[in-house]
């Protein structure tokens, strides 16, 4: 038989509540449950980091995380990026650069590249690629992505 | 690719957690970062029946200078000790080394405990173990008991922790001051599992007097692997050209690979001599520059 | 036909993609956003081996399991199910959307389950139990036509499933009298795109009316539709077919998905549900679909001075265990195009598919070209060091010259524009050749080993539908069953609404090409107005969305051929739209020019309409119009090449409608303690016809050649001896990351517009994929000149390249 | 996958034969194994509980001495099945005395197959040596315990 868990958190600063299966992998809870399709699901071996969130403001692979464990966490998916109805810088220059092909990986990269440039306003060109590693992307050759994130960290200079 | 179903725990004390080992033993699994755990899970190679997530246990996340010794709680995130001042000014390999675990996301989870339970003999961290002559501290609702990192690994994915048992700190004895460090690693890509990785931990006296050699391996042996007799060659030596092959030649062949689909056993060892050499010079490097 | 560029006010330009705003936004739509109402969840029950009878399956456990909603088990299918054809492969093949009494690779599918719930489904699946009896595995295609072999499909009694020898001129003259000939063999190994989205089907049958509703992550091409009908037992116009509106990436690969299509159909037919399947990343490694490995005896013959006279080469393909269609054509789809850019005329291919117990091949970004031009720009350099001549120069001396197009080559293709030599002195000019060869030989002085690589390649672009028919002999073309086949066509709807809004209707399956915005792009100038003003919607439904047979997203047919219906059915709709303003305007047509959003009479721009009211009048005011006019301003335009004919008895076949080319040149430097090969500087120069977005376009080359360099460096899909699949996660089937892929690379362009095209352009999608493995294998071999270190077989690990580094040692 | 290897033990051969022919001693022997029933002469039905860390799998399958030449040689056959995958293993294991040891050397072939080899060829090859190793460290142990 399977224990049944009720879980509280907050996604994008709005509160929810649920009850989980403790094997109920976050990734899926957000997609299915709450139905938070901007959290991409590519390898569930935390390899390809389409499914990267921030967790209580951490960079995290949702698939190598429980649901229950996002009990009382903080959650922010790519959906929480833009500010009423406003595009983040990162997500402007993801525009401007070509920075998305198929989309597919954009999530989480520009999640990644958000923490990157909250820890890190001007990294080098290395620095940048060293972040996103961590992130396949299969259609761009990483260029265009790069080049987005060097554009963004103009903008928010300014 | 999801989870078997799994009765789960989460403890909010150690005590809870051993309470839980004695009665659950065998059929439970910690699960600390899960970054190595939770993918075997999906795969459902891994089939725990019971998860005891220590996650909540925030008093075993610290690390701390005490007598002489760096001390390091088992649930200590990678991103934290690679972030810590204290490591960066007492141990700086080891703050080098963590950078190469993986991706970010990957060592905002992962932690010290988890990694060296896990006993990889590719994880960087175990390496370090061994290479910094790290003591483990086990517990269990019993006793606590200190192992030392050379016989903590016993092969694969196998460490002398009983069921019953919990990683509760790690601690390692601050290098002396004259210590000259290197640590080498390479992979196919950034962030994969080493080809080999070497660490090389040198004291060295002002006339250049090698007084006191660790050098340990990684991925060339079922566990992380010190090479005594590489060591042994470098007291009381300088360091130069020919005795730096001499003991890349050694550790060589010391190490005892297994190929894989990346890499054949000749080619690993033949990579541990290369990066033994190279981190020999760069510890060379490093003392001419110092002095 | 092709309009000069002044005209264009977009096309040319690079207008950011208006996908990226929902793409960052989390809000693209992916078949995994799809949900029914009381949908199930499918998983498979994948063979741990390679090669094993199936003695007898006991799903009974399976069913108890709370949750669990049905099973469909490999012996049902013959039942329910038509095996799937494949061109000149013998009916007796038997290759059904499951196993039924034997597997034939490791992962292939032998029972599917349906819960509501993709967790339950799964833990269904522990509970199936099944006997097998293991069989000896072949795993290489020379070792499976021994006498001795183990056979794969018995009723054929040999693993050799098809094979052509395709001759063109007279190669055994060619070869008596050449002055010299090189040969050598060649083995390329099999890597695929392995999009970040995997495969996922849903299909929702409806029992009352026998309907079938499937929605699939499929690009197409859309004979691939008739096919699944076939093997469904189904009226096309019984299944109607939806692809979402985002596809996380295929190059190529999601070609293959109508297989298992067919098997969650047939599972939501059998109980009357609708069923979502998502492939897991394991599941696609060891089932989704790779680009075949060949093994291949290559000799060329040439005159003293260098030029090229004739090509003999012998393949031996690793298609897998069956033939997934369009396959066998990772041997024929370049078959117009298999002299390159080169002048020669004599070539032999003696081409042999051969079953293997691995996956499946399937169609993957360069299709089939990259082997070819492996093999032949291999070769090349092999020639140009035995008489002693710069690889450029050999290159420069073979190549077509700019007034021999349109050019017809030996096997059939009508190349319909290009100036090679200008390609490839622009890449010679770019790369600094001479400074970089100055610099190598310094380097080789020092020590360090750098070598530099040089391939050309035409790009072939909008397949004819004839290229499948090479798999077939002459004869089998000539039975009276034999359909020929031909055609390249696509379709594009534009309607102008009541306010003078433009919308745009497509489908064509985009997975990452920004085909909505280059289509507002070229829309847009139609009209005079901004792409911004025009919608596009490029979402298949067969139901409600014209298409022909080669509809979708593969052979880099887009830009070419998808544009073209859009320009058309634009024109067509703005030619009723200026008839109107004449009309209103009481001038006549040929004075009412369109620009800004008004049509106004030429000379006089105060004499005007906006588009609004003319679009108003159309839709309210029909009264008004001209007499005879109907009512509404909306047309649908179906774009097709005459060059598409079909084969010819000699096989000549124009194989592509477009051809593109490029030339690539990189710099590599080896480390031969290590074997790690680092790329130092890479050029490629480009000819896909009129530029519609550069930056679009760059983003393709970057794609492209970032694959390659994990094609070439990091990516395999190994399997060991035995047919185990053992690089079935990220973890081992090593993607190129951030720090792999290429910095920078210096890019060039030569535009010779396509006369076939309404805009000139042509295809540039696969591009580089095609040439870059070449050109690093040559840079690699130029590297390790010193050490006589030979490169005929990829790929090329950092293991590899020291181990061929120790057996050179050896040698000396 | 390639195994081979030679053990050194202080006993007689025909003891040794003995020990790493017989059920008893091979059920204690063989890394994980539950139980071992003959179902033929040299034949034996073998349920095998093998876990590495987390890693754990339940293998039904069978073990087989075959063609014994008693004392010099024979092939063992092994063949599971479970979960995570399957394996087989067939090995010719030789015995000779020299100098009061008997060497026993094995060569043969290891195969892994299904999810694991999919997902965890890195530690395969190596874990099998590992197991060998156990394997023939208790067969010492029963061997002493003769």
């Known amino acids: 038989m399977i224990k049944q868990r009720t879980i509280r958190l907050k996604v994008n600063s709005e509160q929810h509540e649920a009850i989980v299966e403790p094997r109920r992998l976050l990734s899926d809870f957000l997609r299915e449950d709450l139905n938070i399709s901007g959290v991409h699901v590519g390898c569930e071996h935390g390899s390809c980091g389409a499914c990267t969130i921030i967790l209580n403001g951490e960079l995290v692979r949702s698939c190598l995380t429980l649901a229950v464990q ?19 810088p990162i997500q402007e220059a993801f525009y401007e650069n070509h920075g998305a092909q198929c989309g597919f990986c954009t999530p989480g990269q520009v999640l990644t590249a958000y923490s990157l440039l909250n820890r890190n306003p001007n990294p080098s060109e290395d620095e940048i690629r060293e972040a996103m590693a961590g992130h396949l992307c299969r259609c761009t050759g990483y260029y265009s992505i790069v080049e987005s994130i060097k554009a963004a960290t103009a903008k928010m200079r300014k | 690719m999801k989870p078997c179903a799994f009765e789960y725990f989460d403890p909010q004390s150690v005590e809870e957690v051993f309470k839980l080992l004695d009665k659950l033993g065998d059929d439970a699994k910690i699960l600390a970062g899960g970054q190595s755990l939770l993918p075997m899970i999906n795969f459902r190679l891994a089939r725990p029946e019971v998860l005891i997530d220590i996650n909540k246990l925030d008093e075993l996340d610290y690390i701390k200078e005490e007598n002489g010794y760096i001390c390091i709680g088992a649930l200590t995130r990678e991103r934290a000790i690679e972030d810590s001042e204290l490591i960066k000014s007492k141990i700086p390999i080891l703050s080098e080394a963590v950078k190469y675990i993986a991706f970010l996301p990957i060592r905002n989870k992962g932690t010290l405990g988890g990694s060296i339970a896990h006993a990889d003999p590719s994880a960087e961290l175990c390496l370090m173990m061994i290479a910094l002559e790290a003591q483990i501290k086990i517990e269990s609702s019993q006793d606590a008991r200190w192992v030392d990192a050379e016989d903590f690994f016993l092969t694969y994915l196998t460490t002398v922790i009983e069921p019953h048992e919990l990683i509760t700190e790690i601690r390692m004895p601050i290098p002396a001051a004259e210590t000259i460090h290197s640590f080498q690693s390479f992979s196919r890509r950034h962030g994969d599992f080493a080809i080999v990785s070497v660490a090389v931990v040198l004291e060295i006296n002002d006339d250049g007097i090698c007084e006191g050699a660790k050098i340990a391996l990684g991925s060339v042996n079922p566990t992380p692997l010190r090479v005594a007799e590489a060591e042994d060659m470098l007291i009381g030596k300088k360091l130069d050209a020919k005795l730096i092959e001499a003991v890349a030649n050694e550790t060589a062949e010391a190490s005892d690979p297994d190929p894989d689909l990346h890499s054949s056993a000749d080619y690993k060892r033949e990579m541990a001599r290369n990066f033994t050499k190279k981190g020999l010079m760069q510890v060379l490097k490093r003392f001419e520059e110092n002095a | 036909m092709s309009k000069e560029k002044g005209q264009s006010k977009w096309v040319g330009k690079s207008y950011p993609a208006k996908e990226i705003l929902r793409y960052v936004r989390g809000r693209g739509e992916y078949i995994d956003d799809v949900k029914l109402p009381n949908m199930l969840h499918a998983a498979d029950l994948r063979s741990p081996y390679a090669h094993a009878r199936i003695k007898n399956i006991d799903a009974d456990k399976a069913l108890k399991l709370k949750g669990v909603k049905g099973v469909l088990l490999g012996h049902e299918i013959p039942d329910i199910s038509n095996s799937f054809p494949a061109a000149g492969v013998s009916p007796k093949l038997k290759f059904y959307s499951m196993a039924v009494d034997k597997v034939r690779y490791m992962g292939e599918p032998v029972a599917t389950v349906i819960a509501k719930n993709r967790y339950v489904a799964e833990d269904a699946l522990d509970l199936i139990h099944v006997e097998y009896e293991p069989l000896p595995a072949v795993v290489d295609q020379e070792k499976a036509l021994e006498e001795d072999a183990p056979i794969l499909h018995e009723e054929l009694g040999t693993n050799l499933i098809n094979h052509r020898v395709l001759h063109w001129g007279d190669v055994d003259k060619v070869f008596r009298e050449a002055d010299v000939t090189v040969e050598d ?8 795109g392995t999009p970040i989205e995997n495969f996922g089907v849903i299909a929702k049958f409806d029992p009352g009316e026998d309907f079938l509703t499937l929605w699939a992550n499929f690009v197409g091409p859309f004979s691939l539709y008739f096919l699944l009908a076939m093997a469904l037992r189904m009226r096309e116009n019984k299944i109607r077919f939806i692809v979402p509106r985002d596809i996380g990436g295929s190059f190529g690969i999601k070609c293959g998905i109508f297989v298992d299509i067919v098997r969650i159909a047939l599972v939501a037919k059998k109980y009357g549900r609708a069923v979502k399947w998502i492939q897991d990343r394991r599941e696609h490694m060891v089932g989704g679909g790779r680009h ?42 370049p078959s117009g195009n298999y002299v390159g850019g080169y002048s020669f005329k004599d070539l032999r291919v003696d081409a042999n598919a051969v079953a293997l117990n691995k996956l499946e091949s399937a169609p993957y970004r360069g299709y089939g070209c990259h082997l070819v031009y492996f093999n032949h720009e291999r070769i090349l350099d092999m020639l140009a060091r035995k008489l002693d001549m710069d690889p450029v120069e050999i290159r420069m001396k073979n190549l077509i010259n700019k007034d021999q197009f349109p050019y017809e080559t030996p096997t059939g293709a009508t190349y319909d524009s290009g100036d090679y030599k200008a390609c490839l002195r622009k890449a010679v000019e770019l790369f600094e050749y001479e400074k970089m060869r100055k610099m190598q030989k310094q380097a080789k002085k020092d020590g360090r080993l750098i070598g530099i690589g040089v391939a050309a390649g035409v790009d072939p672009s909008v397949s004819n539908m004839a290229y499948i028919t090479v798999a077939y002999t002459p004869e089998e073309r000539a039975e009276a069953s034999y359909l020929p086949k031909s055609g390249g066509g696509e379709t594009a709807f534009v309607k102008v609404d009541p306010s003078g809004t433009i919308t745009v209707s497509m489908g064509t399956c985009q997975s990452g090409q920004s085909h909505e915005s280059t289509i507002a792009q070229v829309v847009a100038d139609e009209f005079g107005v901004s792409p911004a003003e025009v919608t596009v919607i490029d979402q298949m439904d067969t139901a409600t969305h014209p298409f022909c047979v080669s509809t979708g997203s593969y052979s880099s047919r887009f830009a070419s051929v998808a544009t073209s219906a859009a320009a058309l059915a634009a024109r067509k709709v703005k030619e009723k739209m200026v008839k109107i303003a004449a009309h209103v305007l009481e001038a006549s047509p040929e004075d009412i020019m369109a620009a800004d959003g008004k049509f106004f009479v030429k000379g006089s721009p105060d004499i005007s309409l906006s588009m609004k009211r003319v679009a108003g009048t159309a839709h309210w005011d029909p009264g008004s119009l001209p007499s005879g006019m109907e009512v509404g301003l909306s047309t649908q335009e179906t774009f097709n090449f005459e060059t598409s004919k079909t084969i010819t008895a000699d096989d000549k076949v124009n194989s592509s409608n477009t051809y593109g080319f490029m030339v690539d040149i990189a710099a590599v430097e080896v480390d031969p303690n290590t074997g790690k090969v680092d790329l130092l500087k890479y050029t490629t120069v480009h000819d896909v016809g009129t530029v519609l977005n550069p930056k679009f376009l760059e983003g393709q080359i970057y794609g492209a050649i970032t694959q390659s360099i994990g094609g070439v460096f990091y990516e395999d899909y190994a399997y060991d001896e035995n047919g185990q699949m053992v690089a079935a996660s990220f973890a081992d089937y090593l993607c190129p990351t951030a720090k792999e892929a290429p910095k920078k690379l210096d890019i060039g362009h030569v535009e010779t517009p396509s006369p076939l095209t309404v805009l000139g352009s042509k295809g540039g999608a696969e591009s580089s994929n095609e040439t870059c493995p070449a050109a690093l294998a040559n840079a690699v071999e130029d590297a390790l000149l010193p050490l006589d270190v030979t490169i005929n077989e990829l790929p090329l690990t950092p293991n590899k390249i020291w181990q061929l580094i120790q057996e050179a040692k050896e040698q000396k | 996958m390639k195994l081979e290897g030679t053990y050194r033990f202080n006993t007689a051969q025909e003891k040794v034969w003995e020990v790493l022919t017989n059920p008893k001693h091979l059920e204690k022997a063989i890394p994980g194994c539950e139980k071992l029933e003959e179902i033929e002469p040299g034949k034996y039905d073998a349920t ?94 029963e061997l002493k315990s003769l």
């Open chain 1, 70 to 88: 996002a009990d009382g966490a903080d959650v922010m998916t790519v959906e929480g990026l833009a500010k009423d109805g406003q595009l983040h």
């Open chain 3, 185 to 192: 063999r060649f083995v390329f190994h099999s890597y695929a």
């Open chain 3, 292 to 333: 075949s490995g060949r093994i291949s005896y290559v000799k060329m013959a040439a005159t003293k001075d260098g030029i090229i006279t004739g090509i003999d080469e012998k393949w031996y393909e690793d298609v897998g265990a069956y033939m997934r269609a369009p396959e066998p054509a990772c041997m024929y789809r």
């Open chain 4, 48 to 141: 095998l509980k093998i876990g590495i860390a987390a890693i754990k799998g339940t293998y039904k399958g069978m073990a087989e001495v075959a063609d014994p030449q008693p004392p010099d040689k024979y092939r063992l056959v092994v063949e599971g099945g479970g979960s995570p995958g399957f394996v087989k293993g067939e090995a010719l294991i030789e015995l000779s005395y020299q100098d009061q040891r008997t060497i026993v050397s094995y060569q043969g072939e290891g195969q892994v197959g299904g999810l694991i080899a999919g997902v965890g060829q890195r530690l395969i090859s190596g874990i099998a040596k590992m197991m060998l190793g156990q394997f023939f460290k208790q067969i010492g142990k």
